[in-house]
């Protein structure tokens, strides 16, 4: 049975990069075409590719009789879920189709990573070593996914809202901004995104101190992984006092989105690849 | 000083008040923990962190984390915290449970306002009634020709920032306790050995506590696929010679006695072997290829070169050194029960295999404050994101003018639809009410 699943995730694995790919493509095609039926493909693909996402996964946690969530292909996996989660909820909540052009290009990316970067013994199940059998650390993992979706969501928000105001083309009548909601709309959206984001970034950290604590009697120990991760929460809770207190609304408050995604790809990636740390598990 | 005392101790209370300031703080702080991630740290990469430029190590860039200014810096951002929160005190505790109606126009909320008219029987029913439905607080006031109201929901809301700064005092506070009330040490020991607690090797603190804890028993086990299980450890603490408590721990499932806290952190293979000298019995643990052991009075080393055998059938390899020799001058094979004669000085006897059990030993009464203050700030956060308090306050006057406005805290887009919600209800029930008069109900002014 395994060998089925294991071709089954495989393939799916591959549907779902392609999906990805061919949906960010008519995302962006779409914004310059403005065809109706372009974007509901779009959409069409992006769903198909998040179905993809899910069998793997699902067909994952089958083979390794546990949840994927214990080495870098399956965290990027995991990642990537939680991104076209939190989007396809914002895209079908708020009829925000053309974030799907600046989201899309993320779960691709990452998926492209791990077909550069990760040889098939990284990317097989593997067995876990006792540290990471935790109730907690599968609670850190999911709260993380959601977290760091709801962030590249409100990365992609910034993003449309600085090519929205940029001078001289608020006003513009056609061309690929019009499709744009509203840059007040964009700038309360990120808002209310980060706003979900943040709690539930607290909550990854403080399930995974829980969980080292458990594992290692240290709570806190300051490793490049934890340090990136309250780098990130500091941002993000600037973002927030900033707001609140000056008002901080439209390009400083989109900017800070962006730079606060940049920590979260850092903390994700940077940690384990361009830092000499030591993180032991991803 | 003496001239104006109070006005250095206000200029610093000022500044510790500002929000400005408690930025700085946090940007440094996390400015300064990012360069402790680049740069090599002395307790992780002793010798990296040795090669980098000798500025930085002056500074404690090598050793961020435990230098005295960063924790200087921790320490002004509690403060930074507290000074904020007193002062804010009482403006959100009245706000939250002594809310008063708006004594003039003034005090009502400036950016979501209108003006409603009608009659003023029937608006002030409808907006008590429509308020109180949605689940507002409601508090009139009667003053002369006029009534004034003040209504709240999510009040507790307020608390949200609150709760959020005291939090984060509340688990730097959890830290500063561990560190001067607690310790942490490792152990290695093997099966059937005590080490007294006080003997355990400390990185952190110091020891109060006095016994001894005595391993039974440690296994590497294995699941029935092959992958590996887990180590277990079972241990007894024993206090005055009595045994007082025992358990099993593993990797994740740490055991606690009397605060004290052991966990499972790495394992090896051991053997226990006797020496014999003289009618004296010795027992000797040594780890496989681990450090020798010198026997007394002499100086000659034994070295387990390697463990063959099953745990069943356990066979070792072993070697015995002379102090200034690289070579061996002995060495050979045992298995359990066999016994050697080492130098015509000592008898050796293999008893047997023996796990060595890695223990990282702790003790932190700082850690339930920690726990305490990231369950506040996680519930400071929901309150602030998830549970926005609300004010709609008004003052309807006697010729059937109800001026009325909304607030929450500092964001406008939502609460602007609730206001507009809120409005064409009290409107609309009054409209159909009031055929005839909806054009009075067209005299708005919109205040954004
Ligand atoms: C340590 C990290 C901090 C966190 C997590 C934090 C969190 C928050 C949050 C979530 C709010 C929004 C509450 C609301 O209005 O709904 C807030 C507001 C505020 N914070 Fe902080 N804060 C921190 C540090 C600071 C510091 C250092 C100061 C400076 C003294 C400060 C001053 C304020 C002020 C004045 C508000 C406005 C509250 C209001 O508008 O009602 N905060 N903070």
Redesign the interface.
């Known amino acids: 049975m395994n060998q089925g699943l294991q071709g089954l995730e495989i393939s799916m694995f591959y549907l779902t990069l392609v999906a990805y790919f061919l949906s960010m493509v008519l995302y962006w095609v779409w914004l310059g075409v403005k065809s109706n039926i372009l974007g509901k493909f779009a959409t069409a693909l992006t769903i198909i590719g998040f179905a993809g996402n899910t069998v793997v996964l699902v067909a994952r946690t089958v083979i390794a009789q546990r949840l994927p969530l214990s080495n870098g292909y399956e965290f990027i996996l995991t990642f990537c879920w939680g991104i076209l989660a939190v989007y396809l909820f914002a895209e079908f909540r708020y009829k925000l189709r053309a974030l799907g052009s600046f989201v899309m290009p993320i779960p691709f990316l990452l998926l492209v990573f791990i077909v550069m970067k990760m040889g098939p013994d990284e990317r097989v199940a593997q067995?876990?070593?006792?540290?990471l059998?935790?109730q907690w650390l599968t609670f850190h993992v999911v709260t993380a996914m959601l977290s760091y979706g709801a962030f590249a969501i409100s990365f992609g928000l910034g993003l449309m809202y600085l090519l929205k105001t940029r001078q001289g083309v608020t006003n513009q009548k056609d061309g690929l901004i019009s499709r744009f909601p509203a840059a007040?709309i964009l700038d309360?959206l990120a808002?209310?995104v980060i706003?979900?984001a943040?709690?539930l970034l607290?909550?990854v950290i403080?399930t995974g101190?829980?969980w080292a604590?458990?594992?290692?009697?240290?709570?806190?120990s300051?490793d490049?992984k934890e340090?990136?991760s309250?780098?990130t929460w500091?941002?993000y809770?600037?973002y927030?006092?900033?707001?609140?207190?000056y008002?901080w609304k439209g390009k400083r408050a989109a900017w800070m989105a962006v730079l606060g995604f940049v920590a979260v790809i850092f903390t994700f990636f940077g940690?384990n690849y361009l830092?000499?740390?030591?993180h032991s598990y991803a | 000083m003496n001239e104006n005392p109070k006005s250095w101790t206000d200029k610093l209370w000022y500044l510790f008040s500002s929000?400005k300031m408690?930025?700085a703080l946090?940007?440094a702080?996390?400015l300064t923990?990012?360069i402790?991630?680049?740069l090599?740290?002395t307790e992780?990469?002793p010798d990296?962190a040795e090669a980098v430029s000798r500025i930085w190590q002056v500074l404690g860039f090598t050793h961020?984390?435990s230098t005295a200014w960063f924790r200087l810096l921790l320490g002004l951002l509690c403060v930074n915290l507290l000074v904020c929160s007193m002062q804010r005190f009482s403006g959100t505790y009245n706000r939250t449970f002594k809310p008063r109606p708006p004594q003039n126009g003034n005090d009502i909320p400036q950016k979501l306002r209108q003006e409603i008219k009608g009659s003023t029987e029937n608006l002030r029913l409808k907006t008590e009634k429509i308020l109180r439905d949605r689940g507002f607080r409601l508090i009139g006031e009667e003053s002369g020709e006029s009534w004034s109201f003040v209504a709240q929901k999510h009040h507790l809301g307020y608390w949200s920032a609150f709760i959020v700064h005291i939090a984060f005092v509340i688990l730097i506070s959890g830290?500063i306790l561990g560190m001067f009330f607690g310790f942490?040490g490792t152990m290695m020991a093997a099966a059937g050995t005590t080490t007294a607690l006080k003997n355990i090797n400390l990185s952190k603190g110091t020891v109060t506590q006095d016994f001894g804890v005595k391993v039974n028993s440690a296994e590497d086990r294995f699941l029935p696929n092959g992958?590996?299980?887990?180590?277990y450890t079972n241990l007894s603490i024993i206090e005055n010679g009595r045994e007082t408590a025992s358990g099993t721990l593993?990797?994740?499932?740490?055991f606690t006695y009397k605060g004290v806290?052991f966990?499972?952190?790495s394992f090896d293979h051991g053997v226990h072997l006797t020496a014999d000298v003289t009618g004296q019995t010795m027992p000797i643990y040594l780890r496989n290829q681990g450090r020798p052991f010198r026997f007394p009075n002499t100086d000659l080393y034994l070295f387990i070169g390697g463990m063959m055998g099953s745990p069943q059938q356990p066979v070792i390899l072993f070697q015995i050194y002379k102090a200034g020799n690289s070579q061996p001058i002995q060495s050979g094979q045992l298995s359990a029960g066999e016994s050697t004669n080492v130098q015509g000085q000592y008898k050796v006897t293999m008893e047997g295999y023996a796990g060595f059990t890695g223990l990282?030993?702790?003790k932190?009464p700082g850690?339930t404050v920690?726990?305490l203050g990231?369950g506040l700030?996680?519930l400071g956060?929901?309150l602030?994101?998830y549970w926005r308090p609300l004010l709609v306050s008004g003052i309807l006057e006697q010729e059937g003018r109800l001026t009325l406005g909304m607030a929450s805290?500092?964001?406008i887009?939502?609460t602007e639809t609730e206001f507009g919600k809120l409005l064409s209800e009290i409107e609309g029930t009054n409209s159909k009410e009031r055929a005839g008069l909806t054009t009075d109900l067209e005299l708005k002014e919109r205040v954004l």
């Open positions: 067995a876990i070593p006792p540290a059998k935790s007040e309360d808002y209310k706003g979900f943040l709690p607290t909550l403080i101190a829980i604590d458990y594992a290692w009697g240290t709570y806190w300051w490049p340090t990136w309250l780098i500091i941002i809770t600037g927030v006092h900033a707001r609140l207190m008002g940690v830092l000499p740390g030591l | 929000m408690g930025l946090l940007g702080t996390a923990s990012g402790g991630t680049i090599p740290q992780l990469e990296r961020v984390y830290a942490k992958e590996r299980d887990n180590w593993s990797v994740n499932h740490p806290t966990y499972q952190a990282q030993v702790k932190d850690v920690v726990w990231s700030l996680l956060l929901m602030s994101f805290g500092k964001i887009g939502q």
